[in-house]
């Protein structure tokens, strides 16, 4: 199993829609969870933090499920502005190093 | 500057040369790392540095060397340069443990 797996898509969904993505990670010590947001051909950026009470920061909300292993975003009432790839980003026990997802590629079409 | 840099923004290279890419950051981070991202593979970790003068390996350190011997500065250099490592390169910094913040990037192309 892969360190951190997500679906690749694309993701299509026309302006308002609600997506979700999902991201898993392999290992049960991992110690930070964040989504980043990567816009063709620019550095990757932080979106936001996930903590494990889950958190919102206006139409994005990410949880935590420690127990299954996962994270996930959530985007309401989409922009086409929200077109970019989503990394599952999650720092290792060690706190050395990020390791990142490969990505989920979102389209918002009007 | 306000932030992490990256130099050259692009560079054609041919095959057994030598090159260093460039990274600087003002933010005073202790942490810096350089990762390579290619289509299909997402990024992987090259090389990272905790504080200044150590440095560690990540996941695809081969062909690849670093030095930190300041705390703003961490160049990569490619000693022998092969097709293989034509890839976009981004260097990023982070509080120790915390968010990273990524440069503009280098696209790399080794013919």
């Known amino acids: 199993r892969k360190e951190v797996e997500q679906d690749p898509g694309p993701f299509n969904v026309p302006e308002g829609a609600t997506v979700a993505f999902n991201c898993t990670y392999s290992?049960?010590?991992?110690?930070?969870f964040f989504w980043y947001r990567q816009d063709c051909r620019k550095e990757p950026k932080l979106l936001m933090s996930?903590?494990?009470s889950g958190n919102e920061d206006g139409r994005f909300t990410a949880q935590l499920n420690r127990a299954s292993q996962y994270i996930s975003l959530l985007i309401r009432d989409s922009k086409l502005s929200d077109s970019a790839t989503y990394l599952c980003?999650?720092?290792?026990?060690?706190?050395?190093?990020?390791?990142f997802g490969k990505g989920t590629t979102l389209s918002v079409s009007s | 500057i306000a932030g992490i840099t990256q130099a050259p923004t692009s560079q054609i290279l041919a095959a057994g040369r030598r090159m260093t890419l460039r990274c600087t950051q003002d933010?005073?981070?202790?942490?810096m790392y350089w990762y390579r991202q290619d289509l299909g593979l997402g990024l992987r970790l090259i090389h990272y540095s905790n504080t200044a003068g150590t440095t560690g390996k990540g996941e695809v350190p081969d062909g690849y060397s670093v030095s930190r011997a300041n705390t703003d500065d961490f160049p990569l250099t490619l000693a022998s340069a092969v097709p293989s490592q034509t890839s976009v390169y981004f260097c990023?910094?982070?509080?120790?443990?915390?968010?990273?913040?990524f440069g503009p990037g280098t696209r790399l192309t080794v013919l």
């Open positions: 990023a910094s982070s509080a120790a443990g915390g968010r990273q913040f």
């Open positions: 980003v999650v720092i290792n026990q060690a706190g050395t190093a990020l390791i």
């Open positions: 290992n049960s010590a991992s110690q930070s």
């Open positions: 996930v903590y494990s």
């Open positions: 933010m005073r981070h202790n942490a």
